[in-house]
């Protein structure tokens, strides 16, 4: 799915006005909603009570948070590269007012237009040299990137335009402040994450106290992106034997 915002769904109206006109839009509440839709969609459709989940990074947050509030309509949860709450100073401090330590930077926009070389700094941060994404995948990724603003065609460098509300989500995260309640979640979790992951919280498994079963694998050579390196296999064959309960 894409949360309003992204890919193919609507834009909210801020998204159509100057960046500094509104505060940052699109947060993981707002997120939720959007999953609920989904959910509640799919429930009807394929006339089920519950449905599996599987979230990425700040997609991760999203469900983790809905899992948290409707424990009746999750099968299973996935959360691959997920954030909770822990320091990560190196990436909080980027949001951060510039006079105002542990307060997020008043004047952040309402979204950000970004191109690939910038959007991608942190991945080549932590592969750090390491020969991980083959050729092909590095121009697959980026097209798929491109494409997720239908408007990017108009613009230098075929650069996207994103919401910035996931990144206030994810500065208070980074400041060891959670967002939602882990210990709320019931049903069986799998988190999976690269070893080179920095964004990815550590001790997210430990805070997951009233789920039915849990379990954590960490793939050795693999960051945040792990879908599209070398290592992805693992990623996937894991999510699928824990989804498929084999």
């Known amino acids: 799915m894409d949360f309003r915002g992204y890919g193919h769904s609507t834009r909210p109206a801020a998204m159509q006005q100057p ?29 089920v009570d519950k449905i599996s989940i599987v979230g990425w990074s700040w997609g991760a947050v999203v469900g983790g948070m809905y899992t948290a509030q409707n424990p009746d309509r999750v099968e299973k949860l996935v959360l691959y590269g997920a954030m909770h709450g822990f320091e990560l100073p190196s990436m909080a401090k980027t949001y951060e007012a510039p006079d105002k330590p ?26 750090n040299g390491k ?82 079963n849990k379990k954590e694998v960490v793939i050795k050579d693999a960051t945040h992106w792990a879908l599209y390196e070398k290592h992805r296999d693992e990623l996937i064959e894991q999510t699928d034997t824990f989804l498929q309960g084999k």
């Not at 707002?30 to 989904?38: C, Q």
């Not at 509640?40 to 006339?47: G, N, T, W």
């Not at 075929?158 to 049903?187: C, K, T």
Request: net charge neutral; charged share 25%.
């Open 131 to 212: 020969d991980l994404v083959e050729p092909k995948a590095w121009e697959a990724v980026k097209q798929v990137f491109n494409a997720s603003d239908p408007a990017s065609s108009s613009r230098d460098n075929h650069a996207v335009q994103r919401p910035m509300g996931p990144l206030v989500d994810l500065y208070e995260i980074w400041s060891n402040r959670a967002i939602f309640d882990a210990g709320a979640i019931q049903a069986p979790v799998l988190i999976i994450r690269g070893d080179l992951d920095i964004f990815a919280d550590p001790g997210l498994i430990n805070k997951l106290t009233k789920a039915k």
């Open 19 to 47: 960046p500094q006109s509104n505060k940052p839009v699109v947060r993981a509440t707002d997120g939720v909603k959007d999953l609920a839709a989904v959910v509640e969609y799919i429930c009807q459709q394929r006339k």
């Open 102 to 127: 542990g307060v997020i930077n008043a004047a952040m926009p309402a979204y950000q237009i970004i191109d690939w070389e910038k959007a991608i700094h942190h991945w080549h941060m932590m592969l």
